[in-house]
């Protein structure tokens, strides 16, 4: 079972960068599949970035490709989501998630999930 805490949201202007981090607890972190969700106020929890266990493979959704990087390190059972390029429509709760599917990209695929950290952009 892992334990997910998102930490590294805060407020930036437009064409500002952030990077969040999550850390999970417990000592599989490297067999679960990490992805990057975010609700936005007023709107439904959407899908944004997942990395398999490897890292070597990634996928985004088209809003944010060529601006966001998705990454993991096992060895600190951490992942991260580098946003650069931020705009105002970025502004969301982003959750971390954890799935022990493969192709996992709904969030019924992910069992595990973070509190949530805030991301505020200004215009």
């Known amino acids: 079972q892992a334990q997910l805490v998102e930490s590294g949201g805060g407020l930036v202007q437009a064409g500002g960068s952030l990077r969040l981090s999550c850390a999970a607890s417990?000592?599989?972190?490297?067999?679960?599949?990490m992805g990057w969700f975010r609700q936005a106020p007023g709107k439904e929890r959407e899908f944004v970035a997942t990395?398999?266990?490897?890292?070597?493979?990634?996928y985004y959704t088209d809003s944010v490709k060529g601006r966001f990087t998705i990454s993991r390190d096992n060895a600190k059972n951490t992942v991260y989501l580098q946003m650069n390029s931020l705009k105002p429509e970025d502004t969301a709760v982003y959750y971390c998630?954890?799935?022990?599917?493969?192709?996992?990209?709904?969030?019924?695929?992910?069992?595990?999930w973070g509190q949530g950290t805030q991301v505020t952009v200004s215009s």
């Open positions: 417990g000592r599989t972190f490297s067999y679960y599949t």
């Open positions: 990395i398999n266990l490897s890292g070597g493979s990634v």
């Open positions: 998630a954890a799935s022990i599917m493969v192709f996992a990209r709904k969030d019924r695929d992910f069992a595990y």
